[in-house]
């Protein structure tokens, strides 16, 4: 229980709705994690892992229907509808709340309703923001635990501070006609009602560490962003953190874990987070960022030995399964990890090739960040860390370079808000269609696009210390539909060429859309990439990026009034150098 009032009266008004039949408050204890999930196994929602090869590991399967998120359930809900802007579903919240609340009706009666109140960052942070989810799912009280740092001590700060997001989910009876995602970013709450998968359903990800929080971030003026952290350390000690931003399932968890390639040796790559990142102009001028999560909610298919050995090291014990297959002997498989062939497909069917993929291509592991052999403790450093460079990065086949840094934050904003990506299975929808996904926010930006672009610019110039921005594409294909860049471990040698951009020790060849590494300024040494190839990964098509550009300057007017005059300026700039190249 509690001592804040505002929170007991609301838990009071969520059990009067929705009728539990018992209560329970969430301490976050490790013996409570095994005792939930050893209750969940009684259930039915989970089953044990090979004990030998993966201890204190669990299988979960969804209902399958129910795997991924859901961006046409998913709505924004201010009072007026420009706020939301044409980058999210709009409803009044006035209806919204009625929907919600016919559903919500007596959902609970024979289930016990979870109070869980969650901290997002580290517990003593200043950046750091708590919630608290109530739930009646077992499996969302376990993958908070791992997600978010939970239970005591968030409570004691929330009662401390007396702010919290309100977060209400249920699982219902997962009927996809009766899901819905809801945010009120403007009462500062979230109702998800119907869902059961991450992404919908563990509140302090997707909807309070992004949608909420980009709107907190806007008016309290910091940025709350889909982005990887991770730091690079030379062999002299030196450390500079990047934070990346790539649309889901593009790589974030790989990037964010990478293992440099031999001839990197005393290099080494610290993961921060995998995710999201929260940033703040600090005292001295530079960019400080933490990652509000504990955990890694990651993508199981092509995690494997070459792509991810630290993911593989950081999943045999103590991590949850979703939607995985299995093997005989009872340990998770999916498409990519090795050559066994499953016993067992997602769905719990006998494995046969004719029916698809074994595992779902939307598999998750859930796992503690703590557990990852790159796991740095700066992860708890309530400063968080400072960042000296912004990465943005989207899945093209063709045009995008390989690499190119911007020729100012105003340039770097355009290149974020530019983003376009294939789309992959984290959603719902049809798989590999180009959109645009401005700075990885499209399912994720809690506001108009026009005035979150207006938020980024607002920090041109509040200091000469801001990050450089740069823009990567490791996807680019071949005529014949193979990757022309090796990507993984490889790309250290981007991360190593933009360190160098930041140190101000390699000069670049400026172009109309960036300036480009120099030939011979990438490290190669060791890869067998034939020159052609480079060539190409580095080319600038100027009349493909005449068409992009006007193509962006239409993107960008589909706000309205909301595009602020300085993101079309730099459009236009962009544009004109173009026409002249
Ligand atoms: C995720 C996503 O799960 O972006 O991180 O979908
Ligand atoms: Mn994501």
């Known amino acids: 229980m509690t001592t804040h009032r505002a929170l007991k009266d609301w838990i009071g008004k969520v059990a009067?709705?929705?009728?539990?039949?018992?209560?329970?408050?969430?301490?976050?204890?490790?013996?409570?994690?095994?005792?939930?999930?050893?209750?969940?196994?009684?259930?039915?929602?989970?089953?044990?892992?090979?004990?030998?090869?993966?201890?204190?590991?669990?299988?979960?399967?969804s209902d399958p229907t129910d795997v991924a998120r859901v961006e046409h359930l998913t709505f924004v809900c201010t009072s007026k509808q420009e706020d939301a802007g044409p980058n999210n579903n709009w409803m009044t919240p006035g209806k919204a709340r009625a929907k919600m609340e016919s559903l919500y009706k007596g959902c609970m009666k024979g289930r016990t309703l979870y109070v869980i109140p969650y901290c997002m960052g580290p517990i003593d942070s200043p950046l750091s923001r708590c919630g608290v989810e109530v739930t009646d799912s077992t499996y969302v009280v376990c993958n908070m635990k791992l997600m978010t740092r939970m239970g005591k001590q968030a409570l004691q700060r929330i009662e401390r501070e007396g702010s919290f997001i309100k977060g209400l989910h249920s699982v219902g009876d997962l009927n996809p006609d009766r899901r819905f995602i809801m945010h009120f970013p403007e009462d500062l709450e979230i109702q998800s009602f119907g869902s059961g998968y991450g992404g919908n359903a563990l509140l302090g990800k997707k909807c309070h560490a992004l949608r909420i929080a980009s709107y907190q971030a806007r008016s309290e003026g910091w940025l709350a962003e889909h982005m990887l952290i991770l730091g690079v350390e030379s062999p002299e000690g030196k450390i500079h953190y990047i934070a990346g931003a790539f649309p889901s399932a593009c790589g974030k968890t790989n990037l964010a874990m990478l293992i440099p390639p031999q001839i990197y040796k005393g290099w080494k790559i610290w993961t921060i987070g995998d995710d999201i990142c929260w940033m703040r102009v600090g005292e001295d001028g530079r960019m400080w960022a933490i990652n509000p999560e504990s955990g890694f909610f990651g993508v199981a298919p092509g995690t494997a030995a070459n792509t991810n050995p630290n993911a593989l090291a950081m999943l045999d014990h103590d991590a949850i399964f979703t939607n995985v297959a299995v093997t005989e002997d009872n340990q998770p498989w999916w498409e990519g990890l090795d050559d066994r062939v499953p016993a067992t497909d997602w769905k719990g069917n006998p494995y046969n090739p004719e029916n698809g993929p074994a595992a779902h291509p939307n598999s998750r592991f859930t796992v503690h960040m703590s557990q990852c052999p790159s796991y740095s403790d700066k992860a708890e450093a309530p400063a968080g860390v400072p960042i000296s460079a912004i990465v943005f990065g989207g899945r093209r086949e063709r045009l995008v370079p390989l690499v190119m840094e911007s020729h100012s934050w105003r340039h770097g904003v355009l290149m974020g808000a530019s983003m376009a990506s294939e789309t992959t299975a984290a959603n719902i929808d049809e798989v590999g269609v180009v959109r645009r996904d401005p700075m990885a926010m499209k399912p994720f930006c809690g506001y108009n696009f026009g005035d979150y672009w207006k938020h980024w610019m607002s920090f041109?110039?509040?200091?000469?210390?801001?990050?450089?921005?740069?823009?990567?594409?490791?996807?680019r294909k071949d005529a014949n539909g193979k990757f022309m860049w090796p990507g993984f471990g490889e790309n250290m040698r981007v991360l190593d060429w933009i360190i160098k951009r930041c140190e101000g020790k390699v000069g670049s060849l400026d172009t109309p859309i960036g300036n480009l590494p120099l030939p011979g300024d990438l490290n190669l040494e060791g890869i067998t990439v034939p020159a052609a190839t480079m060539e190409a990964l580095l080319e600038v098509d100027t009349a493909a990026w005449r068409e992009e550009i006007s193509e962006i300057g239409k993107y960008l007017d589909s706000f309205g009034a909301r595009t602020p005059e300085s993101i079309k300026a730099e459009q236009k700039r962009v544009s004109e150098a173009l026409t002249r190249a």
């Not at 409570?32 to 979960?60: I, Q, V």
Request: glycine share 6%; net charge negative.
């Open 16 to 61: 009067e709705l929705t009728q539990p039949d018992d209560i329970y408050w969430c301490n976050g204890s490790v013996e409570e994690y095994d005792a939930m999930a050893e209750k969940l196994e009684a259930e039915g929602g989970f089953s044990r892992l090979n004990p030998e090869t993966h201890p204190n590991c669990w299988l979960h399967r």
């Open 460 to 475: 041109d110039g509040v200091s000469d210390k801001l990050p450089e921005i740069f823009h990567v594409n490791w996807f």
